[in-house]
Structure formats: C-alpha cells, structure tokens
C-alpha cells in the first residue's frame, strides 16, 4: 500500500520507523559515551595541565607589559609640567629683565608692548609651543598661535565642560600668583570646535599687573611616549620564540607582525573576528582567546590560545599568546584507539537497529492504512459541510477517538451556526449603538488613514459623508498648530498601545476650530495592526473651564481686598481723625489752609467708600444703593480729575442739567468716571487730544437693545467718554473687558479697570458699548436704567456742632499708636478723661486693677495676643454691663448684626471720623 507524501499514515510508518532507530541509537550511543568519557578524561587532565601552564606565563608576559605602560603614562603629565614650568619661569624672567632696565624711560603700555613682542617668536617642544599673556581683566596681550585674538576679552571663553578658563588663571595668579591651569582648548590643525586636554602653567606679573604662560597639549607628548612603549614592544621575545602584540581599538595594528594594517574585519578558518574579540576583551578586564591562525612563515593553520589585556587611556590592546600543536600531538594515539572502538560499537548497534526496523514495519504500516480510511472519510465530511447540512456518520470508522472526533466536529457545525448568526445581530446592534451615541468613533490604520467611522466622527471633520473620508489621512483636518502633535500621538499609540486624552484642534472647510479629546487603543486587524479612537467635543467643557478660571481669579480679587482693607483703614483713620481736628483748630481767618484741610477730608471720606466698597464686594455682600442723581457726582469727579491730567489733554463737558435719577451707590459712580476718564487720558498722553464727556437723558428701543439679553426698552441715562487717541484693533477690542488684560506698560494699569466698570454697569441692569477704529480714537457709552428725577449726592464735607461732652472716665484700646493718640485728643477735647493703650493685655491689667474707673471700653477688634472680642468678654466677666464700642477696620469674626449677642453697645467700622466718634461716645454713655 503507497501512502501520499504528507498523509498521516505516512508520518506514522516514518516516526515509528525512527523511534525504532533511535532507541537502538540511544543503546548504542551510551556505551559509546561511557568508553569515550573514559579516554576523554586522561587525555583532557593531561591537556588541561599544558594549557594552565602556558595561560599563566602568557598573563604574566602581558601583565608585565601593560605594567610598564602604565608607568610610562604616569610620567606624561609630569613631564609636561616641568617642561612648562620651566619655560615660563624664563620668559617670566626676561619679561621682568626687561622693566627693570625700561620702566623710567617708557610708559606702562610701551611696556608690555616691549614684553610682547620679546616673547612673541619664542618657541619650544618641536615647535609647538609658544607664550601667551593676559591682562588681569581678561584681555588677551599676546597669542603668538593665533594673534587674532590679541586685545580682545576672553573672560566669558568656557571650554566644552563649562568652565570658564580665562576666569580660573585670573583667580590662580590673584590667590598663588602661579600655578597649573588644565582645561579643553582647541588644537591647530583640527576643527574649531574640537578641544584637546591641554595644561598651562602661569606666572603673575605683578610690575605690569598680567601674567605670562604656556600651555602644552597632553595627547602631543603622550604620542612621543607611545612611541617608545612600542619600541620596546617590538623588541620583546620569549620562550619559544613568543612574541607582544598591539593595536588599537579600531583595529590598526601597532607592532610586529602586522604592523600599520587595520585588521579589525580580519577572520580565521572558523569565522572568528579575532582582532575584534581582543578588542571586546582589552574593554572589559581582559581574558582568554582561543583562535586558528597560521605559524609565521607557514600556511597551515594552527590553533593558537592568546591573553589579552586592554589600556583604555589609549584605547590599546595589547596580547600574546602560543600554539597548541604539541598537546594536539600528545593526544593523537587516545583519540585513535576511541575511534577504533566506536565503530565496532556502533556497526553492532546497526544490526540490531535494522532487525527491530523490519519487525515494526508490518506492525506500522496496517495501523497507517485504518487511519488514511478514517481521515479520508473525515475529508468528504467537511467537503459537503461547507456547501450543505451534513451529519457525519461514526459506524465505518476503526478507531475510539476518530468515532469521538465525528461527534465533535458535529457539535462544532451547529454551534458555529449559532455564533455565525449571533454575530450577525451584535454587529448590527453596535452599528446602530455607535451612530447614536453623540462621540465620534474612527478606525484608522499606523499611517492614519481612515478605514471606518461614524456619522459624528464624519461631522466633527466638517464633512458629510463617510465616503468623503475613508482612505484620507486625519491630518488632512486637523488645526496646523496640532499636526506635529498628532503625528506624534499616532506613532506613541503604535508603539504603546494606546493613548490617553490628547487634546488636539479639528478645523472645518470653513476654518472654524473644534477642541477635541481623544483616547485611541491599538487594536489587531486584519493584517495590519488599527487603532480604534473615541473622539470628544470639548467646546463647552473649555467653555465652562474659563468661566471657572475667571470666578477664580475674582474670588482671589476678593481675598485680597479683604485682607488689605484692615491695614488701609488704620491708615486713613489717623489721617480723617487728625485733619479733622487740624480743621477745627484754625480759626475762622484761615480761609486757605481750611479749605485746603476740607480737601484732605473730601478725599478720605471718598477712600473710606472706595474701602467699604472693596469690602463688600469681598464679602459677596449686597450693596448700598439709593436714588441719586449722578450729575453732581460726574462733576466731582472731573474737578478731582483735571488736576491730574496735563494741559496738553483738553476735557469737554456736556452734562445736561436735567439728567435723571439712577438707583446706584454714589461710590459706584464716581469710579465708572474715574476709571474711562483715566483710560481716555492714558490714550492720549502721548501726543495729548480731546478727552470728551457727555451726560444726558436717552430713550432705547428693542432695535437698539438687540443682543443685550435681559435688557427692557425705556428710560436711560447716557454717559459718554471719548478720546481722539489711537484706537485699538480688533484684537484688543476684544479682551478689554477681561480682568488683568492691559495694553498699557507697567505701572500704568492692573487690567483690573474696565473689567470693574463692565461688572457695576452689569449689576445695575445696564450696558456698555465700545466704538474704536485705528487712528480716529475710542468712545465708551454707559447706559444706566433712569429711574425719574432724583436728590442731588450730599456733599462729602459738611459742617456739624460738636456734642456737648463730659467728665466721664473712658479706656481705649487700639494697637496702632496713632490711632490710639488720636482718639484720646479727640475725646480728651470734649472734657473726657481718657486712659489709651496700645497693648490689650496691659489695657486689661489696668481695668483689672481699677474696673470702677472706667465708665466706658473703646477697643479695636483685631490685635495682636488678644482681640477685642476677648477683652470685652474678659472685662465683662470682671465687671458685667459696661458700655462697650468696638472699632474695626475689616474682620472676619464678626459683623454688626452678631455684636449685640456678644454684649457689644456699638459697633464702628473704621476709619472713625470725629463726628462719628464723639456722638457714638455720647449715646453710649447716655445709656
């Protein structure tokens, strides 16, 4: 029976036919081992105690040579330095010669000119070297190698290690006056931006305050040792004719016998690279190298067993070694007796082999014919299952597991079917799911190139059709500012694996810009490995992310005022509080310095508002806003404000006098003027201009209110500010409303000015346009909801009668010195007799002492060891009911709403004015 080529049965005859072989091998092969271990055993212990003896003279020969090398390198750098010591110290010694004898009869400069050129043609070592001499500030005097670098500072020069080596000779000849300097300089004859290890020794001249050297490069006279270390390499010989050898780790040979030849590609019969073998050795700690090469003088190749040790300084190697033929001959009469007896061995083994061969065919080739049946039956099954429903029959095949085979494939053909319409379904549904989601989803290949989509993925591109993309690589519609970072992130992912957020622009055919985050996972396709992406739209998160960045910065705005307002009051109260008393101290004659005083006061009061204000936007707190009429309050504000500006900025006024009334804080308004009025004056104070006001009643309708949001038609006031400036483009146009945006150069704005203008104008129900055009200037038009005719803001100053005082007893508490001296003459005036203090612990020592001296507590909240909060609880525990007034100039502890609960009479906020002060004083005490 023939069997086809590839046929299982076939295999079967075959491998039974070989395991048979191999067993009869394996027999055979053992007994062949155990005799040939035998001799194998002496000969090698016979050999083994050759090679040892010869490893150990090779290694010493070697080791005696890389000795003597070493010791040659060891005096290179010695050398050197006395070389140049020695030199230097002439030239120091003619430079000196040659003041001595000049110094009256020529000028400092004549001088080291002299020096210069005495010693600008010396040279010594073969030619290569030459003097150089600097000035103490770096400059060069003298380079007789390169003269072009004469007269100029070289104090900034840094080798290529960093450091700088005109700076370490300056320091050396200040410190020790001479010395070595060692550092990396470029070499005549080599590129510029090559440096070489190079020593200098200097000698500070102080007559002529330079000092004079002269450098030698190392590897110069390092060529001249190697020279000699392989002069004596060439000469070594021993024992039986033995020789060194050396090369270079590039592989030039540097002695005897191949000597100048790069054999670094060099093989033996076997394919050893035995040049660079011994390279790889003498980089490590060196070794042993074994390698067939010819005798000298002979053709026939000869195994050679050599050591090999390596001078990395110089990138050497250097080696020896010997031939092994003689232990090759010592143990060629072994070697022919094992033969002899294996081939016996082995032709028994044959015999048996061949015997048992025969016995197993039979056997072997009736099991292949059942199994061919079997597996031809099994053939004609899948055949006709790949067309058609089939079922394949067990009862004509001969064996258990082919039977349990035919069950199994049966099974498989209907759970295939099954899976095949699962499938089916589930692609189905994950297409439906992946075009309803609202995330794009891409397949692209490692070029990035599109091979599948879904309908939001073709949107998110500015395409309309999945056809219109496939095949086309997805930088195609990404931003040009993205597309190296996407190439990048496709190569990472192919290499990764996948990628996380990468945050990347899409731009349409209209070059409207999309943020886009992607997260993409290398899946295996077919053929090819894909990459499977989820694409995001972050339009609105980025959206939502700058409106948190600015609330942020706001609420940081607030912070900040709160934490400053405290300090800023304490300030302004000695200020109101002193004026204040200086007001009332002039007599009725002082016309001027009164007013001058009434200024000082109109101003504080307007900074104490200001403050308040900060504070209560820091609090998040409402506002104060009443019925004002703002044409007294513009006008202020553009009396205060003429003062500051030049007369080169000419201001106009067209406030109506009928202008309506607004419901807002006086303090508000008068900041809106001052902040567009500053903006205008600040465009224009270049080349000065026309700064405008206008101030009127308007009417708007729902036209002129479009795109103003909440925004109702009706009753208006209109302030207008316009300058003749040089505009802004569009670009700045945009962003002047952004808190800490500025064009302005520093110390001439925060960016915080138009952004406060823009949120009181906002919060008050009203707008504010912008019309700017480049070279015709800017005009801001504010509209406020006008609520009808209103009061006039009330003056800041006014004149008022002091209250009667008293003889009562008062303690106040403040721990700024001014303050507290302030408040004591202020009440001391009326006929209080006041007790201050600065230290709230000593203050409550006092009132311990005396608690029925005193008819009334006058304490700041916030300081230092014990706030007034404490006190008052303390001096309420001593002696219940005292009348207390606390002052505070910003806390967060506590409001006026929580004192009462806390036992406090009244509660001030600073600055106090005197007015404030003395009819609080009067009340409590009334009590």
């Not at 020592?845 to 303390?874: A, H, N, Y």
Request: with cysteine; proline share 3%; net charge negative.
């Amino acid at each position: 029976m023939i069997f086809p080529a590839n046929s299982i049965a076939r295999k079967l005859l075959v491998t039974m036919s070989l395991v048979v072989a191999g067993l009869v091998l394996v027999l055979g092969g053992l007994e062949i081992v155990q005799e040939y271990g035998r001799y194998r055993h002496e000969v090698d212990a016979l050999w083994g105690q050759q090679v040892e003896a010869r490893k150990k003279q090779l290694e010493m020969q070697v080791s005696d040579v890389v000795s003597y090398i070493e010791f040659k390198k060891s005096q290179v750098r010695a050398k050197v330095q006395g070389s140049l010591e020695a030199r230097v110290r002439d030239a120091h010694g003619v430079a000196s010669h040659l003041y001595e004898i000049s110094k009256d009869s020529h000028s400092p400069k004549e001088l080291r000119r002299l020096v210069r050129e005495a010693l600008r043609k010396q040279r010594f070592n073969n030619g290569r070297g030459y003097f150089f001499i600097f000035a103490m500030d770096g400059t060069v005097l003298l380079h007789a190698a390169q003269p072009e670098l004469e007269q100029k500072n070289l104090l900034a020069l840094q080798d290529t290690q960093g450091a700088f080596v005109i700076r370490e000779m300056i320091e050396l000849a200040r410190s020790k006056g001479e010395g070595f300097v060692p550092y990396l300089w470029p070499k005549p004859g080599f590129p510029p931006d090559q440096e070489f290890e190079k020593i200098s020794f200097i000698k500070y001249l102080p007559q002529l305050d330079c000092f004079i050297g002269a450098g030698e490069y190392l590897d110069d006279t390092e060529a001249e040792v190697k020279a000699e270390v392989l002069e004596r390499i060439e000469k070594s010989r021993f024992g039986g004719g033995e020789y060194i050898f050396a090369g270079q780790w590039d592989g030039v040979s540097l002695a005897y016998p191949t000597k100048g030849r790069n054999m670094l590609g060099v093989t033996d019969a076997n394919g050893v690279k035995v040049v660079a073998e011994a390279i790889a050795l003498a980089r490590k700690e060196g070794g042993f190298l074994l390698y067939v090469m010819p005798k000298v003088g002979e053709e026939r190749n000869s195994l050679k067993l050599s050591y090999v040790r390596g001078v990395k300084d110089w990138q050497w190697y250097v080696g020896s070694g010997v031939y092994l033929d003689d232990l090759e001959a010592a143990s060629a009469g072994a070697r022919r007796e094992l033969r002899r007896e294996i081939a016996i061995i082995v032709g028994l083994s044959l015999l048996v082999m061949l015997a048992i061969f025969l016995a197993g065919l039979f056997v072997v080739r009736k099991t292949a014919g059942q199994i061919q049946h079997a597996f031809a039956a099994f053939e004609i099954f899948f055949d006709k299952a790949a067309r058609e429903k089939v079922e394949m029959q067990t009862s004509g095949l001969h064996f258990e597991e082919f039977r349990s085979l035919a069950k199994a494939a049966n099974q498989m053909l209907v759970e295939r079917r099954a899976m095949e319409e699962g499938l089916r379904k589930s692609e189905e549904k994950y297409r439906v799911l992946i075009d309803t989601t609202g995330t794009g989803f891409v397949k692209i290949d490692g070029e990035g190139r599109v091979l599948d989509a879904n309908q939001e993925y073709v949107r998110m591109t500015g395409h309309g059709d999945l056809a219109e993309i496939l095949g086309r690589r997805v930088t195609e519609w990404t931003a040009e500012h993205d597309l190296a970072k996407n190439r990048e992130a496709v190569q990472e992912c192919a290499r990764l694996g996948f990628i996380r957020h990468l945050q990347i622009d899409y731009v349409d055919g209209q070059g409207e810009l999309t943020p886009m985050e992607l997260n993409a996972t290398v899946v295996q396709g077919e053929g090819q490995p894909e990459i499977l992406t989820i694409c995001h739209d972050v339009s609105l998160r980025k959206q939502m992310e700058e409106q948190l960045r600015q609330a942020q910065k706001m609420e940081a705005i607030g912070t900040l005022a709160g934490g400053i307002a405290h300090d800023f009051n304490n300030i302004l109260a000695a200020i109101l509080g002193y004026a204040e008393m200086a007001a009332r101290s002039l007599p009725p004659e002082a016309g001027s310095a009164k007013a001058d005083i009434q200024q000082v006061l109109r101003a504080g009061l307007r900074a104490r508002d200001l403050v308040k204000q900060i504070l209560t936007f820091s609090r998040k707190s409402g506002e104060e806003r009443a019925p004002i009429s703002p044409r007294p309050i513009v006008k202020e504000a553009l009396k205060f404000l003429r003062a500051s500006i030049p007369a080169s900025v000419e201001i106009r006024e067209d406030i109506a006098s009928d202008c309506g009334a607004i419901l807002a804080d006086a303090t508000n308004i008068h900041q809106i003027v001052v902040n567009l009025c500053t903006n205008a004056f600040h465009a224009m104070e270049a080349a000065g201009g026309v700064l405008t006001v206008i101030m009127k009643n308007v009417e708007l309708d729902a036209g002129e209110l479009a795109g103003e949001g909440d925004l109702q038609p009706g009753a208006y006031v209109l302030f207008s500010v316009g300058d003749t400036g040089p505009g802004m483009t569009p670009e700045v146009l945009s962003r002047i409303f952004d808190p800490y945006f500025t064009t302005k150069s520093v110390g001439k704005g925060s960016g915080m000015g138009l952004a406060v203008v823009h949120g009181i104008v906002k919060n008050y129900g009203g707008m504010v346009q912008v019309d700017s055009t480049m070279g015709s200037g800017t005009v801001f038009r504010v509209y406020l909801p006008r609520i009808g005719s209103g009061a006039d803001a009330p003056e800041s100053v006014q004149e008022w009668a002091l209250p009667s005082g008293g003889q009562e007893r008062i303690l106040f508490v403040d721990d700024e010195t001014s303050i507290a001296e302030m408040g004591k003459a202020m009440l001391s005036g009326l006929g209080y007799r006041v007790t201050a203090r600065t230290n709230p612990l000593e203050a409550l020592e006092e009132f311990r002492r005396q608690p029925g001296d005193f008819d009334l507590l006058i304490t700041d909240q916030t300081m230092p060891k014990l706030s007034g909060l404490q006190l008052v609880q303390e001096v309420h525990d001593i002696r219940p009911g005292l009348p207390v007034i606390l002052c505070t100039g910003y806390s967060a502890a506590i409001e006026e709403e929580s004192a009462a609960a806390q036992g406090i009479n009244y509660f001030l906020m600073k600055p106090l004015t005197m007015r404030m002060l003395t009819e609080t004083v009067r009340k409590a005490l009334g009590q």
